[in-house]
């Protein structure tokens, strides 16, 4: 963690976490976790896991494509997938489309540049990219990233994931 201080977005998610928990994770995987689960829990109650695995989603269906942002049809599409309209939730008071919107300014997580959707550091897309594919790999965990081993683009999600499947084996 002491090597993460130099970076903005990391100098924050520390100061963030450090106020609440009077602690600091002992690795970058859990920092972001824990920072973007804190978040969304603190900003969108209720809603947040359905944001996180929104989020996740995005971010790798965007690193897949190799593409550092989406457009407003695109990002909008995806989020309909975990947030569509449900004529019997009487609590739900804005669309889709405004529930978006509300999710896109406040999350802290993207941001709206030049038309497209990015991610505000490459660094969250890059922990949300390795989270989504922690929490969607059936089969051999090693496998699903050994086809990305030699692409030096995915140099810090193969980390990330490494750090994130040392978390889950510590937790089980």
């Excluded at 989406?70 to 909008?76: I, S």
């Amino acid at each position: 963690i002491q090597n993460l201080k130099t970076n903005p977005l990391t100098l924050t998610a520390i100061c963030f976490l450090y106020l609440d928990e009077k602690r600091l994770p002992d690795q970058r995987a859990d920092l972001y976790k824990r920072f973007v689960d804190r978040l969304l829990n603190n900003r969108f109650p209720g809603k947040h896991r359905k944001l996180n695995s929104y989020f996740m989603k995005l971010a790798h269906t965007m690193f897949l494509l190799g593409e550092k942002g989406a457009d407003r049809v695109e990002a909008l599409e995806l989020f309909r997938g975990f947030f569509l309209e449900d004529p019997e939730d009487t609590d739900q008071r804005l669309s889709v489309e405004e529930m978006f919107d509300t999710a896109e300014g406040a999350s802290g997580l993207l941001r709206r540049d030049k038309g497209y959707y990015t991610f505000t550091h490459l660094s969250l897309q890059e922990y949300l990219t390795a989270a989504y594919i922690m929490n969607n790999v059936e089969r051999d965990y090693i496998e699903v990233i050994l086809k990305y081993a030699d692409d030096p683009r995915w140099r810090n999600v193969i980390r990330l994931y490494a750090g994130l499947l040392s978390l889950n084996n510590r937790r089980t």
